[in-house]
């Protein structure tokens, strides 16, 4: 296969991962195009509006009747098409069937963007014998809060017809890229080890400058950003309530601050204004809040769990404010936080180091890139014999 560059569309997002990634290919050489919602409040920068307009079955009908009208057309032609997982599009599984084989059919090779939960994702979560030993679904074993609050949720994810999109999808892609330790872990149960590849979360490190922060703050800020409707999700609810009794036991040396529901650009800039970012508590991984976060030079309380770092081979750095799934223990590392402050500095020049070893996103596009093609030069060579 020539070096010639490649035409690849990406259908779907999620806290602009694409959009990010789409970058670092143009960077490379490659067209990209990125067809998405752009996250509703997010407003993450797309070039095909993929939004449903209306509310209910009207906007599922609008959004079918344009893609219908024009906009399958425009994403027919390419190299390489990238979905982000199976909420690629806003649509019942039926007609999202029919949008991935559409894509299939008109372009040269479909692979997947393992970003976000699916049912393989669901299965191994509640799989008892799963590496994956707590997580948004279940916590050692136990019924986590998010699916105490939510008790038919596995069940909506691993109805009849999810469960046949989730087959097919799989059974027809080229390949698939990972996000995270933990999606790359349930992708094993469907795809074969050649199929799957660990590409990381893209960061404009360019964009994300470090902040300096001082040797010995006053008052350390803790930041919660988060989603109304993901609060259990996230146990972004367990880390507020760790971090409000923590300020309330150091008033003189903490305080919280909470945003809410922000467009990507201005959470951004908010960001910047923390010392310690609460990120979420069921992850091994840092996820893109984190990393960002930590391009900036601030610490995370996240997933920075052993398991995560000798996935990827790093022996050195490990920046993360790592906790375990429960109160106590987020309790225990704020504490620690405020108790030793000089160690906010340090650890925040470790994570802007980290994320530029390992998820620059001209980095990550290289590793997608790199799949990507052996893949077609698999697929082609198939083709031939």
């Not at 136990?142 to 999109?165: G, V």
């Not at 530029?356 to 060579?381: C, G, I, M, P």
């Amino acid at each position: 296969m020539t070096d010639r560059p490649l035409k690849i569309l990406f259908v779907g997002d999620a806290s602009s991962y694409h959009r990010t990634l789409a970058r670092g290919l143009e960077e490379l050489g490659h067209q990209t195009v990125v067809a998405s919602n752009g996250g509703y409040w997010l407003n993450t920068g797309r070039d095909i509006d993929l939004r449903r307009r209306f509310g209910g079955k009207l906007g599922g009908l609008d959004l079918w009747m344009r893609l219908r009208a024009g906009l399958l057309r425009r994403m027919s032609g390419f190299d390489v098409v990238s979905i982000a997982t199976q909420s690629f599009i806003e649509l019942r599984p039926g007609r999202k069937r029919s949008v991935f084989d559409r894509l299939k059919a008109s372009n040269r090779s479909i692979f997947y963007t393992a970003l976000g939960t699916d049912p393989t994702y669901v299965e191994e979560c509640l799989d008892p014998i799963s590496p994956l030993r707590y997580n948004e679904f279940k916590i050692f074993g136990e019924d986590s809060p998010y699916l105490r609050a939510n008790p038919h949720i596995c069940d909506d994810w691993l109805a009849d017809d999810m469960l046949q999109l989730d087959r097919h999808v799989y059974s027809s892609v080229d390949g698939a890229i990972s996000a995270l330790y933990e999606y790359d872990v349930a992708l094993r149960r469907s795809l074969s080890p050649d199929k799957i590849a660990y590409a990381g979360i893209p960061i404009d490190t360019d964009a994300l400058q470090p902040v300096e922060l001082p040797d010995r703050p006053d008052k350390i800020r803790f930041f919660l950003g988060r989603y109304r409707s993901r609060l259990l999700l996230k146990g972004t609810d367990v880390m507020e309530a760790a971090a409000r009794a923590v300020v309330e036991r150091y008033p003189d040396r903490a305080e919280l601050v909470i945003v809410e529901n922000r467009p990507y650009d201005e959470y951004l800039e908010l960001l910047k204004s923390a010392h310690v970012v609460l990120d979420q508590l069921y992850s091994y991984t840092p996820a893109t809040n984190a990393l960002q976060a930590m391009a900036y030079g601030l610490n995370t309380v996240s997933g920075g769990a052993p398991e995560f770092y000798d996935f990827i081979g790093e022996k050195e750095l490990h920046p993360v404010l790592h906790v375990e799934p429960d109160y106590e223990s987020v309790v225990r590392v704020l504490e620690d936080v405020v108790l030793n402050p000089a160690g906010l500095r340090p650890r925040g020049l470790q994570s802007r180091e980290f994320v530029v070893r390992h998820n620059d996103y001209r980095l990550v596009a290289r590793r997608a890139l790199e799949f990507w093609k052996n893949r077609l030069e698999s697929k082609q060579s198939n083709l031939q014999a």
